[in-house]
């Protein structure tokens, strides 16, 4: 064998394994997006809250710093306004318009969600 074989083989190899690898992957296509969510793990009940709030569809209706539906109240400053039990309360009971999600959160993804949201500080716009 050449050395200049012997030097040009290990990078050839390498390439095609990476081309069979992105081969492999692109056939899998795309992940599945209606698959169960996997459990967020975070020490910071804000960080999980997040998630509950993403993977719950409360963007469906609630908007936070202009991302997410019109339906319900902009949520960017509702840690100003409400204090945890009565976001907690809106949470699980519901009330106005907003169904009750009792039955829908477990509870430590209602704390979570109550973590999260209560963290939400921004200022109101003025009119």
Do not use: W
């Not at 899998?28 to 698959?35: C, D, E, H, Q, V």
């Amino acid at each position: 064998m050449t050395l200049r074989f012997s030097l040009v083989l290990p990078f050839a190899l390498a390439s095609l394994f990476a081309a069979a690898q992105a081969s492999t992957d692109s056939a899998a296509g795309p992940p599945n997006k209606a698959a169960v969510p996997s459990p967020v793990v975070s020490n910071d009940p804000r960080v999980r809250g997040a998630h509950v709030f993403e993977d719950s569809g409360c963007q469906q209706c609630h908007t936070i710093r202009r991302n997410g539906g019109k339906k319900g109240p902009d949520l960017s400053g509702v840690g100003r306004r409400l204090n945890e039990t009565q976001i907690r309360t809106q949470i699980l009971n519901g009330g106005k318009q907003m169904p009750s999600f009792a039955d829908v959160l477990q509870l430590t993804e209602a704390e979570d969600l109550v973590a999260y949201l209560h963290s939400l500080r921004d200022k109101e716009k003025k009119k």
